[in-house]
């Protein structure tokens, strides 16, 4: 077995190859020495370790100089340094452990990212909102408000008759003297589309479509939707939605102190838009507009009503009020079995009488 041969030593301060003697020692050290028999290095074995070359040609480098290599072409003495340093000779081995260790860890830094931003930013967010002073949430909603409408009825909002207005106010009247956890003053305002949809806006903002109004069957159950707004604006559910999804935009608008700008309202509207709240805070809304409803001698279970109705009659039903976590099915027993509870020994009025309901039904028909 060639112990000894030619080998071409690169000493990682310059690029000029030095001719070397290779020895292979019997304490397993790889001995290096030039042309005049000076030594020039020598690597234990256990250090050394194989680097990529072209087929024919064995390249390795030392661990405690990485800058530093050695090239062998001799076949005979390239097979003695395989035999005698370990490492070497598993080399392909050891490099695919070390890529699987790394496409491990960046699969696990993956999850964890995903992890966080599922669960973690959330919980941020939920703990974050009560220190945001709630004027903050009135700038913030009174420009998404303004962009939404823009996105949804062409910048339009309905034209009541007087009769539709007076019912409308009524039947609001009627839900916010029983609410006196909102925060502040609440806007509500109803916009023409064929959409049967309703949105809470940070700030107290809350939005109904024409295509819900249209297609609910009573007053009660059009109040089941405020009230369950109302819910969310209660508990600033749109603030943490919009602090969870748009955080960055969100906190450069608190930095810059503008929430009028294009990036901040994009993202407000677009949080608002997606896919509905946690369960916890649908569960929160609903429970809220049952006791809201029951304060108001209306009926809680007309909510529930709704919701079952839409749900069965479109893929896509109440999209706001019904892409939420918990199932339909799930929220609508809720809210009866509660509203039964709570409603208990007493019957409930309709908050609208027949006529009133008639008026505000047609609330948007001018607008048509």
Not at 14 to 35: C, G, I, K, M, Q
Not at 293 to 304: E, L, V, Y
Not at 348 to 355: K, M, N, R, Y
Request: negative net charge; proline residues 5%.
């Amino acid at each position: 077995m060639t112990k000894t041969g030619p080998g071409i030593f690169y000493d990682g301060q310059s690029a000029r190859p030095h001719n070397v003697t290779v020895t292979v020692t019997p304490a397993n050290r790889v001995f290096l020495t030039d042309e005049a028999g000076n030594a020039v290095a020598s690597w234990p074995c256990d250090d050394v370790r194989i680097a990529d070359a072209p087929q024919g040609l064995l390249r390795m480098r030392v661990q405690t100089d990485e800058q530093a290599r050695l090239e062998v072409a001799d076949a005979m003495l390239a097979q003695t340094l395989m035999q005698s340093c370990t490492y070497l000779k598993h080399g392909d081995a050891i490099e695919r452990s070390t890529t699987w260790k790394i496409v491990g860890w960046s699969i696990a830094a993956c999850v964890s990212i995903v992890l966080v931003a599922v669960y973690g930013v959330p919980a941020i967010a939920e703990r974050l909102v009560p220190f945001i002073p709630y004027t903050v949430d009135q700038r913030l909603g009174a420009g998404v408000k303004t962009s939404l409408v823009r996105q949804l009825s062409d910048g339009k909002v309905c034209k009541p008759e007087p009769a539709a207005q007076e019912a409308f106010l009524r039947l609001q009247d009627k839900l916010l003297t029983q609410a006196n956890d909102l925060n502040g003053p609440v806007d509500i305002v109803i916009l023409p589309s064929s959409m049967k949809n309703a949105f809470a806006l940070p700030g107290g903002h809350v939005m109904i479509m024409s295509g819900l109004l249209e297609d609910a069957r009573s007053a009660d159950e059009v109040a089941g939707v405020i009230a369950h707004e109302l819910g969310h604006v209660a508990g600033r559910h749109s603030m943490q939605k919009l602090v969870a999804e748009s955080g960055l935009y969100f906190l450069l608008g608190i930095v810059l102190g503008d929430f009028s700008g294009s990036t901040v309202l994009i993202a407000g509207s677009r949080a608002i838009l997606n896919a509905g709240y946690s369960r916890d805070a649908e569960r929160d809304a609903d429970r809220y507009a049952i006791e809201l409803m029951a304060r108001a001698n209306g009926d809680p279970a007309a909510f529930a009503t709704m919701l079952e109705r839409f749900s069965a009659g479109s893929p896509f039903g109440v999209l706001n009020l019904l892409s939420s976590h918990p199932h339909t099915e799930e929220r609508v027993i809720e809210i009866r079995t509660i509203s039964d509870d709570r409603m208990a020994g007493r019957s409930p009025a309709s908050l609208l009488t027949e006529a009133e309901w008639g008026a505000f039904k047609t609330y948007c028909a001018n607008n048509q």
